[in-house]
């Protein structure tokens, strides 16, 4: 992929934001996803919710001119965390660590902090190139794999 570029989030992309967090391996790989990816009024109802928050910044990643996958900084407990999804199709294509380092120069707030599904090393891959440190694990509920496991906690100083 030639050219990655952030861009805000649209109430045209939703349909397509949802159909990508439906996929399958993806939402293993992401592990904490919805209770029911397949559920549309759910999804419409966070969507709206996260939306109206001021302190969330909410980007799709457009890579070589079409959407592939979505960034968002937010705050959860005090904290300002950083997730994102990209589109399996371009998996393996930087596509992610360049949207991270894109989204970094734009949040500027630090600590940030990244959890990750520990298996999943694509993503924790991506979070220590951009330069996040582990700082820990946790234990938590991953409703796409219907269990437990541990998730790796990371921070950028």
């Given at each position: 992929?030639?050219?990655?570029?952030l861009r805000e989030?649209?109430?045209?992309?939703?349909?397509?934001?949802?159909?990508?967090?439906?996929?399958?391996?993806?939402?293993?790989?992401?592990?904490?996803?919805?209770?029911?990816?397949?559920?549309?009024?759910?999804?419409?109802?966070?969507?709206?919710?996260?939306?109206?928050?001021?302190?969330?910044?909410?980007?799709?990643?457009?890579?070589?001119?079409?959407?592939?996958?979505?960034?968002?900084c937010f705050v959860?407990?005090?904290?300002?965390?950083?997730?994102?999804?990209?589109?399996?199709?371009?998996?393996?294509?930087g596509v992610a660590?360049?949207?991270?380092?894109?989204?970094?120069?734009?949040?500027?707030?630090?600590?940030?902090?990244?959890?990750?599904?520990?298996?999943?090393?694509?993503?924790?891959?991506?979070?220590?190139?951009?330069?996040?440190?582990?700082?820990?694990?946790?234990?938590?509920?991953?409703?796409?794999?219907?269990?437990?496991?541990?998730?790796?906690?990371?921070?950028?100083?």
């Amino acid at each position: 992929m030639r050219e990655v570029t952030l861009r805000e989030l649209e109430d045209s992309d939703l349909d397509t934001v949802f159909e990508m967090m439906r996929d399958p391996e993806s939402a293993w790989m992401a592990a904490f996803t919805a209770e029911d990816p397949d559920d549309r009024e759910a999804f419409d109802a966070h969507m709206r919710k996260i939306r109206a928050r001021t302190d969330v910044t909410n980007r799709v990643i457009v890579g070589d001119g079409r959407m592939v996958g979505t960034i968002a900084c937010f705050v959860m407990d005090g904290d300002t965390e950083i997730t994102y999804w990209v589109d399996r199709s371009v998996w393996g294509q930087g596509v992610a660590g360049r949207a991270v380092a894109l989204i970094l120069e734009e949040v500027t707030v630090r600590p940030l902090y990244g959890r990750v599904a520990s298996d999943n090393v694509g993503s924790l891959r991506v979070l220590t190139r951009a330069g996040f440190e582990k700082i820990g694990t946790d234990v938590g509920y991953a409703p796409a794999r219907k269990a437990e496991i541990e998730e790796t906690i990371l921070r950028l100083s």
